[in-house]
């Protein structure tokens, strides 16, 4: 019943330094703000301390309206590590085009911190408000390069699109509210378990698939994701690609799994088809694209395909599936669009035809490219193939098919990973000029390519993590 | 026996790439020595391994560590490196044609650095392919193979009847689609055996253990088909392989051709055939049906080119044809032959491969009617062409010949009539090669090529070292056999009793 | 028994207004006419919620929390939407969400 | 008795609402539309009052109609220097979004027609505000909190995005 | 000496071989050292064969049980292969011959090839050749033999095409190695199934266990045409009918190298072949008729074509299919002493003429064409005269070493057809009219070149000692080579022979037929091409019977029939199926992936950039999800009933 101040330690700290660096944001005269990224950095990294620090520290408090369970410790640490990725990754860029960023970095903190509300949120208002802290914020973050007009026109969609899928998901909220007369996402598990089995929930059940699929832009609910990734600023991209997917997926498996597992039989078929297509239709239209932002943003969609597979296995294994491929995802996407930044800050273009000869002037962003396009697409040795094994695993007896699909398809992406290749290793540069990473980029680049390598090589640490974190989250 | 040769051995070609990458670039030959080292050392030590192997206990040796190191608990991976009479053959190929390829492409100055690299990666993951045990590992090295060739293919490859890019594309795309087959299956016996045995294992040997349902093993053996059958260019799933090998570089040409093919046949074996007895029971007919079919099919393709590595890319084809025919005899004598002629096929295809790489740098072509008369300018280029041309018809004395003969003997026991088309195949083999052969290397002495330089020097080398394998593997083919059949014995064993058992 | 209403009037009213302000969604070209139609979808999750409340959980406040977390939320999002539209209007003098087709196959 | 006054309040109440909400998505005047927008909002505040949640009848009509509406029309004054007329037209997929529309509703509607509701005999509380603020306090305390952050980001952010643009224009 | 010899047979075979790799590997810059290094290895080896001849000729025992000693070369369950050598009368004369011919080609080619810039090379290729020969005449199993065999076809190619600059050369190579390939293909088949059904393909066991097919479920039609399918390789390789295209052209080889093929080693493998097997041919007497009568038309065949042949050596040639077809008449009618004492004879005799054409040609700088000669016994005397010999010896006129074998020959057929074989007389005409052709045609070559008018454009020359030595050497054993195997006194019979002696009395009757024959045939070719100068008669003939003359001219365009069957047919097909590679197979895939490229496009363009677009997207999908959930998806029954 009452507050329990120790589990909300990570939210509180991240509250904090957001507030911190927001405020040093307001007061710090502009040209002095250099040191801003640094702090947030700092902050993240404490957040992420806190939180691994409370990794056994478990406990639903407010009578079930907020739950820390290590699934939801799993999935904030994920989120925290791809912040501070962020961050640390876009230091440059953010310099370079990011005009009076004093409110960037707080931004990305608060979104963080939606996520982590949302994803341990134990009830549908608190779920609604952190899914929405983290919507407005990135509908800020989208629109950040205001002197752009692709970047304002991305935060449009965003703003729009999203406005109008959260009112779908609410409906569905509130039909399920009223189905079950509840909004415990526990006490909806054990009412629906007790037969609670109305038509209308069924159209809640459509809705609230809608609108997370939305977020996780699965199809057909992705096609703003296109446009908003090419829109956005790099860095806000790939945050957008990781993290608010992950969180997503996490409020997505605690909805489903945790309150609908029961009755499964009636959309379990839905998110499988889903499924299918997102990865058809993500891979099949990634082809023809021939700017890499869009490219990996059709991806990323076939990529919320294979992830679904593991939500279609209604498992512990499932969940475990789920969980381990949206963090080896964090380190592949976060390398790509790190190196895109880094591309664009010196030549100012995001055409695929633009890295030529990438190999000769960024040997280190031309390797974490090869790396974690080849991660997505799910070649061994890299992590993305023990992913999808874990993932596809899980299915292969009930919808083999879906196996089949997905494995062909993720071969079928290495055509369009390996045309970005071709033209980073085969072709000669325009201009032969190096470029800058600059030393931030640089580690971050080292360090998603040793743990897109290592996690493929050694998985063995990380799925156990998700292995204690899935039972944690059957345990109720 | 604590120390982990074979891991040595797998680790000697990277450790010498990390070496490259810290080597300026304008230093290429120097790089190009490191890569030799690398792969000289590798195959110091495979040889070792090969004749340190007692073949009077069989089994696996060598085992690195003492036993399985556990990788991934809840896969049951574990790092399972040894070796036995199956794998060595394919471990002491991949060395030799590995070591003989760094030379094959000795001559490339641009981008050496890089070459070096990825071609060091390349011969790294294949030997992984042929000394892991586990089939998880097995897969990890069977794809990391996929990336690197496919750059080399891109930048150093050669365009011809189809751009390099084209080639390149289409060889990766069909092999991992094949692959994504292979994934299906392994992933579907993965859980399969799980839920039958309770405890997670992916070693070979775990996994043949497993007693698997009739059904499920036929259905599983067609789609393991399919992928190691694509890597293995069994018809219909060929149609990559000439024209990669077209596109390809020397180097990749003669390890594609040599060992990177062979691990379809090695997987068929190690895996299919051991893993699923009775699916292998239930195919054998279909695979020695699509086997004859390729070997016709692609001799009488190879007929029809005027282009050297179309042809010999054709040949391999077909020979892989004989590969699968005795495998489908599954009889001890043709499965001996069948792995006894992946190694001979190996040594053979580098040996081709290369000559006729070094005949392109001179010449700058591969278009046999603008060739002719290279024998009067170039004897040693011409006959280590001609040795190759001899192994690849199948002439006594020369390595390729016992195990076609062997095949032969099992084959024709057990198909009759569909063996002695297959045979029929040595005929046509001799017409295009020796056509090829003649009209390449004979005939009158032309002016353009009157001031091309014959090889010498690092360049000998593949043709000393796999000539050389060739006259002695010819010569002494107990060598070859007697440690192919301590590995292929045991697993054949094992099949016939679980053959028996799902008889009943 | 409150009233002779059951709830189906009121889903069925919600809806409908739920489904107004979809169609407007789809189908206006004015950017802010958009705004306005989300705020109809949202009102109509509103009357759901209220009405669900009074029917199923009388005692606790559910629904009605509920809604007004949504109106506030709601009235931000407004802001800040308001906010894009003038600024892309700065940008690109035109607010009919047709023109804004940058980023597109 | 009573029973029947509700209905017809309902009716006149759903009437009011569904016609302006309709007016507002078809006319062509975006203030028109903008004035009977309000007209909704008070509408839903009636049915609000119907289902007796006083407390959210207020909240509505002060932060919709008034704070919200205001905002809007301010909007429209700041980007609509032309025409005010045909400020608002329907695009071309109003053909496709009808049916759309009109078929989700019948789903909706055949749905609901086939479930029928287990209806709690417990009555509302009269105090709804004083039951209210308890739960909002303590119970919503994330959420609450919550709200408070997203309104500072909403508000910054929009800040942010205006002056900077006005910084734009002055470049300009 | 003996024992040693006996013991270490292996040598033999062995000593050329190292030779070979010795030239090839270190001598090859030094002419001479290396020629004389592989003479004293050929050298070397004959010493040996002619001891190990002398430990087996020796001792009778010999005859019945051949010395055999063989070691495990590779094997594995149920396939295991011995190689080994197997000693009796029949290879030991085989070894001495073959190690006696090759020897003195090779002292023979010092001079022929002097000064050629591939002579080491030429040596090298000699010696391996006499290597793989001699180790197929020493070997104790099938398998091992058809390895030199096969041996033996490489050096062939190799030697035919040694003019590498030669396109002729090149095709001729390419040619034999191809013919005589379909004929290892049908022997390989024979061998697999002997190896399949008896399980081993040691000669000897095979010996003990064919005899009795039936124990291993074999029945005699089988048996036959197992036996068939061996003697399709002795047909490719010892150029009988239908696969006899290859040897004539062979001729484009270095002369020495012809007289190597087509005298002593490569030509005969096949007769030698069916003498190892004849244990199984004496089983089934249908294999033994078509090999009797495929050789007796070989003969006749061949001869047919000789008689109109103009250039020297193509001439020879076809008299050795012809007299090969000699051979496998003998070994048809079931006697294995009278082909092998042919074979030996006709060895020297044959060597004997190559290599005297050689030295003509060395004289006329490779003219070869007969008419263009003339009067060349009165420049080269030795050439000259020890081809006189040779005429002789073939032509079969006592008491040179042809006549012998010939007769012998020509008495077992008679024999077999005595023995109720209604064939047999077929075949002794066939066998009778052959002698007579072949006295002509060798007569009408002799008299063309040799006597007669001299050309005047012609300026030849006596070849040195290296040359004639051998010559000479040959044409003694030409003349006397013969004399072990007369009627009376039958050494050859005793020794060499199977089943029981072939012990006859000698039949007067048949050899003044066959000296009649031999006589007529000469006699004809003189009043033909030497009485009258202007060879009028001869021309006149030629013109009266146009046809016939241009079939045999042209072989009966047995070679043009092949010729098209491998344009049309064999590139034909490879032509269409390659077609169908490409546009078939290979378009499937493009296609598949083209497919998938353009799904993509097609799709990529509802992203229209509208976010309206989007929106109704939106709905549209909830609209399709909701209807079939609701309605269409049978879980959701229980749904449309309300609370379950």
């Not at chain 2, 088909?225 to 694509?230: A, E, M, Q, R, T």
């Not at chain 5, 390895?147 to 190579?173: H, N, P």
Request: aromatic share 12%.
């Amino acid at each position: 019943m009452e507050l329990n101040f120790s589990l909300l330690m990570p939210e509180l700290a991240l509250f904090g330094v957001g507030l911190l660096t927001f405020v040093l944001g307001l007061l710090v005269p502009s040209q002095s703000r250099k040191g801003l990224g640094s702090i947030a950095l700092m902050g993240l990294i404490l957040v992420l301390g806190v939180t691994v620090a409370n990794w056994s520290n478990q406990g639903v408090m407010l009578n079930g309206m907020y739950i820390v369970d290590r699934y939801a410790m799993f999935f904030k640490i994920l989120c925290l590590t791809s912040a501070i990725l962020v961050v640390f990754g876009s230091y440059k860029y953010v310099d370079q085009q990011v005009k009076n960023h004093f409110e960037y970095y707080s931004t990305i903190m608060f979104t963080t911190l939606g996520m982590m509300v949302m994803i341990s949120a134990g009830d549908f208002i608190t779920l609604y408000m952190g899914l929405e802290l983290m919507t407005i914020s990135f509908v800020i973050l989208a629109a950040f390069r205001s002197t752009e007009a692709k970047s304002l026109e991305a935060g449009m969609k965003y703003l729009l699109l999203a406005g109008m899928s959260t009112a779908v998901l609410l409906y569905g909220l509130s039909l399920v509210y009223g189905t079950t007369g509840t909004i415990l996402i526990g006490e909806v598990a054990s009412k629906v378990a007790a037969g609670v089995d109305s038509p209308l929930l069924i159209v809640g059940l459509v809705m609230l698939v809608a609108g997370l699929g939305f977020k996780i832009s699965a199809v057909p609910f992705h096609m703003w994701s296109p446009d908003v990734y090419e829109g956005a600023p790099t860095p806000v991209t790939s945050f957008l690609a990781v993290a608010s997917k992950a969180a997503s997926f996490a409020v997505f498996v605690r909805l489903f799994i945790g309150s609908f597992g029961v009755i499964q039989e009636h959309w379990v078929g839905l998110i499988a088809v889903l499924a299918a297509l997102s990865m058809v239709i993500g891979n099949l239209v990634a082809i023809p694209q021939t700017n890499i932002k869009r490219m990996l943003a059709y991806s990323s969609v076939a990529q919320a395909g294979y992830i679904m597979v593991g939500l279609v296995a209604v498992s512990e294994a499932g969940i475990k599936g789920v969980m381990f491929y949206a963090f080896l995802y964090v380190f592949a996407t976060i390398g790509a669009f790190t190196v895109v930044a880094a591309v664009s800050n010196q030549t100012g273009s995001d055409e695929i035809a633009d890295y030529a000869g990438l190999i000769q002037r960024a040997p280190l962003a031309a390797s974490v490219m090869l790396v974690s396009l080849l991660s997505m697409a799910g070649i061994p040795p890299l992590a993305g193939f023990v992913g999808k094994f874990y993932l596809f695993q899980t299915v292969v007896q009930d919808h083999l098919w879906l196996v089949f699909l997905g494995l062909i398809m993720s071969m079928i992406s290495v055509y369009y990973y390996l045309r970005v290749i071709l033209v980073i290793f085969r072709d000669e540069p325009k201009d032969a000029s190096p470029i800058r990473l600059g030393g931030a980029t640089a580690i971050t680049l080292v360090i998603t390519m040793v743990a897109t390598i290592l996690l493929g090589i050694y998985p063995g640490p990380l799925s156990e993590m998700a292995n204690m974190a899935a039972q944690s989250f059957l345990i109720r | 026996m604590n120390i982990p040769v074979l891991t040595l051995t797998l680790l000697s070609p990277i450790l010498a790439a990390f070496v490259i990458m810290f080597i300026p670039k304008e230093e290429d030959k120097l790089c190009k020595w490191v890569a030799a080292a690398g792969t000289g050392t590798a195959l110091l030590l495979s040889l070792y391994v090969y004749f340190g192997y007692d073949q009077s206990v069989g089994g696996l040796q060598w085992v690195d560590f003492g036993g399985p190191v556990p990788w991934i608990r809840d896969l049951g991976v574990s790092w399972y490196m040894a070796v036995d009479g199956l794998s060595l053959p394919m471990l002491l190929l991949t060395n030799l044609i590995g070591f003989t390829a760094v030379f094959a492409s000795w001559n490339i100055t641009l981008r050496a650095k890089e070459l070096m690299i990825y071609l060091l990666v390349l011969i790294a993951g294949v030997m992984g392919t042929f000394i892991a045990q586990d089939l998880f590992i097995f897969l990890l090295f069977y794809e990391v193979v996929v990336i690197p060739i496919y750059i080399m293919v891109i930048i150093w490859g050669s365009s011809k009847r189809v751009t390099k890019e084209y080639a390149g594309m289409k060889l990766t795309i069909y092999l991992l689609i094949g692959s994504a087959f292979l994934l299906v299956g392994v992933i579907a016996i993965f859980v399969q055996a799980l839920q039958i045995t309770g405890v997670p294992n992916m070693s070979f040997e775990a996994l043949s253990r497993v007693a698997f349902p009739e059904q499920f093993q036929i259905y599983m053996f067609a789609l393991l088909l399919i992928g190691f059958g694509s890597l293995l260019s069994m018809w219909p799933f060929h149609s990559w392989s000439p024209d990669g090998y077209a596109g390809a570089p020397t180097a990749v040409s003669m390890i594609h051709a040599g060992v990177l093919k062979k691990i379809g046949g090695y997987g068929l074996i190690r895996f299919a055939v051991f893993v699923l007895p009775l699916g292998a029971k239930f195919w054998a007919p279909y695979i020695a049906v699509l086997g004859v079919i390729g070997v016709a099919y692609a001799a009488m393709g190879a007929l029809a080119q005027k282009d050297l590595k179309y042809v010999v890319g054709y040949s391999s084809v077909s020979h892989m044809g004989y590969v699968l025919l005795g495998v489908a005899t599954l009889g001890v004598v043709g499965v001996n032959g069948a792995v006894a002629n992946m190694f001979a096929h190996g040594v053979m295809a580098a040996l081709f491969f290369s000559m006729i790489g070094f005949i392109y740098e001179k010449t700058h072509t591969r278009w046999i009617p603008d060739l002719g008369g290279i024998s009067h300018y170039a004897p040693r280029l011409s006959v280590g062409f001609m040795m190759a041309a001899m192994a690849s018809l199948g002439l006594p004395g020369l390595v390729s010949f016992i195990p076609e003969f062997t095949i032969f003997v099992e084959s024709f026991k057990v198909y009759g009539i569909l063996a002695v088309l297959a045979i029929a195949g040595i005929i046509i083999t001799a017409l295009y090669v020796l056509r090829a052969g003649a009209n390449t290397l004979f005939g009158p002495a032309r002016e353009e090529y009157k001031d091309i330089k014959d090889i010498r020097g690092p360049e000998l080398v593949p043709l000393v070292v796999l000539g050389g394998v060739l006259v002695i593997g010819g010569i002494l083919p107990s060598l070859l056999f007697d440690m192919v059949n301590s590995g292929v014995a045991p697993i054949l064993a094992h099949i016939n009793e679980a053959l028996q058992l799902g008889g009943r | 028994m409150g009233t002779g209403l059951n709830p189906s009037y009121f889903i069925g009213l919600s809806a409908a207004l739920f489904l107004i302000g979809a169609f407007g969604v789809i189908s206006k070209k004015n950017a802010i006419a958009v705004l306005i139609s989300i705020e109809l979808m949202l009102s109509a999750v509103n009357i759901n919620l209220v009405a669900m409340n009074k029917f199923f959980t009388p005692d606790a406040f559910f629904g009605q929390v509920f809604a007004i977390f949504i109106i506030t939320v709601a009235a931000a999002e407004v802001g800040l939407g308001l906010a894009i539209v003038i600024a892309i209007h700065r940008k690109r003098h035109s607010v009919n969400l047709d023109d804004f087709d940058l980023m597109k196959w | 008795m009573e029973n029947i006054f509700e209905l017809i309040a309902f009716v006149l109440l759903s009437g009011l609402v569904l016609g302006s909400a309709l007016l507002v998505v078809t006319l062509k005047d975006l203030v028109h539309s903008v004035l009977w927008l309000i007209v909704t909002f008070i509408g839903v505040a009636g049915i609000f009052l119907m289902l007796n949640a006083d407390f959210v009848a207020a909240v509505q009509v002060l932060v919709y109609a008034g704070a919200v509406c205001i905002m809007i029309v301010f909007g429209i004054m700041l980007v609509q220097r032309q025409d005010i007329r045909n400020s608002n037209p329907l695009n071309g997929r109003y053909k496709i979004a009808f049916p759309v529309v009109g078929g989700l509703f019948v789903c909706i509607g055949l749905l609901m027609a086939r479930s029928q509701w287990i209806v709690s005999t417990k009555a509302v509380p009269e105090k709804t505000v004083q039951a209210l603020s308890p739960i909002l306090l303590h119970d919503f305390t994330i959420p609450f909190e919550v709200a408070a952050v997203l309104l500072t980001v909403a508000l910054t952010g929009a800040l942010l995005l205006v002056k900077e643009v006005k910084a734009n224009g002055d470049r300009s | 000496m003996v024992e040693f010899a006996l013991g270490h047979a292996w040598l033999v075979p062995l000593l050329p071989a190292l030779a070979f790799v010795l030239i090839v590997f270190l001598t090859r810059p030094w002419p001479k050292l290396s020629s004389s290094i592989a003479i004293a290895a050929m050298a070397s080896s004959f010493v040996l064969a002619a001891s190990i001849a002398y430990g087996v000729f020796t001792n009778p025992h010999f005859i019945e049980e051949p010395l055999v000693y063989s070691l495990r070369w590779f094997g594995m369950e149920g396939f295991t292969v011995n190689v080994g050598v197997k000693l009796d009368p029949t290879s030991a004369m085989m070894l001495f011959m073959v190690s006696l011919v090759a020897t003195l080609i090779q002292i023979y080619s010092t001079g022929y090839m002097k000064g050629d810039p591939q002579y080491s090379v030429f040596f090298s290729y000699l010696s391996l050749f006499a290597a793989s020969m001699l180790g197929l005449v020493i070997a104790s199993n099938l398998l091992q033999m058809f390895i030199m065999w096969e041996l033996v076809g490489l050096c062939s190619y190799l030697l035919i095409g040694f003019y590498t600059f030669k396109i002729s050369a090149r095709e001729a190579a390419k040619k034999a190695f191809m013919t005589t390939r379909i004929g290892d293909f049908g022997m390989l088949l024979g061998l697999l199934f002997l190896q399949i059904i008896f399980g081993t393909l040691d000669l000897v066991e095979l010996a003990q266990r064919v005899p009795n097919y039936e124990q291993y479920g074999l029945s005699l039609g089988l048996l036959t045409f197992i036996a068939i399918l061996v003697f399709i390789g002795p047909i490719g390789k010892s150029g009988q009918f239908p696969l006899h295209v290859w040897l004539p052209d062979a001729m484009e080889g270095p002369t020495p190298v012809s007289a190597l093929i087509h005298a002593a080693t490569m030509v005969v493998a096949g007769v030698y072949l069916v003498g190892r097997t004849m244990f199984l041919f004496t089983e089934v007497p249908g294999a033994m008729e078509v090999v009797a009568f495929i050789g007796a038309f070989t003969a006749l065949f061949a001869a047919t074509i000789a008689i109109t042949q103009r250039e020297i050596k193509r001439i020879l040639a076809y008299s050795t299919v012809s007299q090969l077809g000699y051979m496998m008449l003998a070994l048809g009618v079931g006697s294995l002493s009278a082909s092998m004492f042919h074979l030996w004879t006709h060895a020297f005799f044959k060597a004997l003429m190559f290599l005297a054409a050689g030295s003509v040609l060395h004289a006329l700088h490779d003219k070869a064409d007969v008419w263009k000669m003339g009067g060349l016994i009165k420049k080269m005397p030795i050439t000259g005269w020890t081809f006189v010999i040779g005429g002789l010896a073939i032509a079969g006129i006592p008491p040179f070493a042809g006549f012998w074998s010939k007769d012998e020959i020509l008495a077992v057929t008679m024999e077999y057809a005595q023995h109720g074989h209604g064939l047999g007389y077929v075949l002794f005409a066939m066998a009778a009219f052959t002698a007579f052709l072949t006295a002509f045609y060798m007569w009408r070559m002799i008299f063309l070149a040799f006597f007669g008018a001299e050309k005047p454009e012609n300026h030849p020359h006596e070849s040195p000692l290296s040359m004639t030595f051998p010559l000479m050497v040959l044409a003694v054993f030409a003349t006397v080579g013969g004399l072990i195997g007369t009627p009376w006194a039958n050494a050859w019979g005793q020794w060499i022979h199977f089943g029981h002696p072939h012990a006859a009395a000698p039949a007067y009757g048949l050899m003044a037929l066959s000296v009649v024959l031999a006589l007529a045939g000469i006699g004809l070719a003189y009043t033909l091409y030497c009485k009258d100068t202007e060879k009028q008669r001869a021309q006149q003939l030629a013109e009266k019977y146009p046809t016939l003359y241009k079939i045999s001219y042209n072989k009966y365009y047995i070679d043009e029939l092949y010729q098209w069957f491998n344009q049309k047919v064999v590139d034909g097909g490879a032509k269409v199926l390659y077609w169908f590679d490409i546009h078939v197979v290979d378009k499937f895939i493009n296609d598949m992936s083209e497919l998938t490229g353009l799904t993509g496009k097609g799709f990529r363009y509802f992203q229209t950039g509208k976010l309206q677009t989007y929106a109704l997207v939106f709905f549209l999908g909830l609209l399709v999800i909701t209807v079939v959930l609701a309605f269409g998806d049978p879980t959701s029954a229980g749904i449309m009933g309300g609370v379950k």
